[in-house]
């Protein structure tokens, strides 16, 4: 069975919490706290597999969870950190989040693996938060709580080279001759139901990958027909064979059916139609003398486009040679690599703007004002950022804007040079 779409939940583990105990053994005196510090949550990470073609592994189970770290324990024992999650996924899955629609990660390219949601950290036990005036802390910190995420997978194929035109018109024949695909072929509409990739071997290292793009027809943007559950599949090829039935065996004018099946992609994707296009014009074993060449009708429409128009016949194997190496030839001059999906959704960054709560305090010290901001929100920020890598810090600076907090400061009274804490970090405030 082919599934190139699914709908999934997928969740990172919850960090173990921090255990509060005291050391109590027969001859030591103030033992003092010996709680220790909760495992690490596992990761849900996503990995490519070379061997897998569909995603159908996911249409029959859809949530996903990592493992949860384990509490710490007494005489400073840590928690077992969670097992990570990963899934295995076919070349050029693209991950979403299901509401917003944006990329979270294209595993295609160089991305064979990539961890997607984080676990949580685990919290830590109470022999940390010992001072000299505070000898028996009754307090341990909880875990950080897992992410959690709604996501779609898409399968775009990788290919060089996309085949596209009707039904019936023998994108599948050529497939089958020129490459090592097997599709299945037969003399009716939709006979090709899911897309085939095959190697075009040209020799001496020479070649590239193509794959027959099934169902399009005029409307197939919109949902008509099966065109619209593939067109995703050609957004990755870098140039595009547009097979056309030049002998019209149903009935259909050839330049009409090219403008058509283009007016399809220009609505799917305008930047689709940009790329570049050949025209194999096919079955002409099958033209007969007439006034005016179905082929030489082709040419006159679109070589002075720049768009090349090759009379092949992938029955007896007529024309096909000198598409191939035209093809060949024009990929060289291309950027080299398969497209990929830049991510616009990060996960982390994402859900610690969630709506929990925070408090913005002044508190008196011997060396002045001292503004103190805590809470989940917070607690949760300062957990998932690395503060001291440039990204992390920047990410800090904008979340303290961006949350309102810097403006609940102001509010407040905080001058340059007034302290702020929150939980273990203290900065001076400057603007």
Do not use: W
């Not at 959704?345 to 010290?365: A, G, I, N, Q, S």
């Amino acid at each position: 069975m082919f599934a190139d779409r699914a709908k999934i939940y997928i969740r990172s583990g919850k960090g173990g919490d921090g255990h509060c105990s005291f050391r109590r053994e027969l001859y030591v005196a103030n033992g003092g706290p010996d709680g220790g510090d909760g495992g690490r949550g596992g990761d849900l990470i996503f990995e490519v597999d070379k061997g897998l073609n569909t995603l159908v592994d996911f249409r029959h189970k859809r949530k996903f969870a990592a493992g949860d770290g384990k509490e710490g324990g007494k005489r400073r024992c840590h928690g077992k950190d969670g097992e990570d999650l990963v899934l295995k996924v076919p070349e050029g899955t693209v991950i979403k989040e299901a509401k917003s629609g944006k990329v979270i990660a294209d595993m295609s390219g160089e991305n064979r693996r990539q961890i997607v949601l984080k676990g949580g950290k685990g919290g830590l036990g109470n022999q940390h938060f010992a001072t000299a005036t505070m000898q028996v802390p009754k307090y341990a910190q909880p875990g950080q709580p897992f992410q959690e995420l709604e996501v779609c997978l898409e399968l775009k194929v990788i290919a060089d080279v996309g085949l596209i035109g009707f039904p019936n018109v023998g994108k599948s024949t050529l497939l089958s001759r020129v490459t090592n695909a097997d599709p299945k072929i037969a003399n009716y509409h939709f006979t090709t139901l899911n897309p085939n990739l095959g190697v075009v071997d040209l020799g001496d290292g020479q070649g590239f990958v193509m794959a027959d793009i099934p169902g399009l027809i005029e409307g197939a943007s919109e949902g008509v027909g099966l065109g619209h559950e593939f067109l995703r599949h050609i957004e990755r090829t870098k140039m595009m064979i547009h097979v056309v039935d030049a002998a019209g065996t149903e009935g259909r004018d050839p330049v009409d059916d090219i403008e058509k099946i283009n007016a399809e992609l220009s609505a799917y994707n305008p930047e689709i139609a940009k790329r570049p296009q050949v025209i194999a014009a096919n079955k002409t074993d099958l033209i007969y003398a007439e006034d005016e060449s179905p082929v030489d009708r082709l040419k006159a429409a679109y070589e002075p486009k720049g768009i090349r128009v090759f009379p092949i016949s992938g029955v007896s194997g007529k024309g096909i040679k000198e598409l191939l190496y035209y093809v060949n030839d024009q990929l060289k001059n291309l950027e080299e690599g398969p497209v990929v999906f830049e991510q616009e959704f990060f996960p982390e960054e994402e859900l610690l703007y969630e709506d929990l709560p925070y408090t913005v305090t002044k508190e008196m010290t011997k060396d002045g004002e001292m503004y103190v901001v805590e809470g989940p929100k917070i607690e949760k920020m300062l957990g998932y950022t690395n503060l001291d890598s440039e990204k992390g810090f920047a990410f800090f600076q904008n979340f303290m804007k961006n949350t309102g907090i810097l403006e609940e400061l102001e509010q407040a009274g905080i001058q340059e040079g007034d302290t702020v804490k929150m939980y273990g970090l203290q900065f001076d405030y400057y603007k």
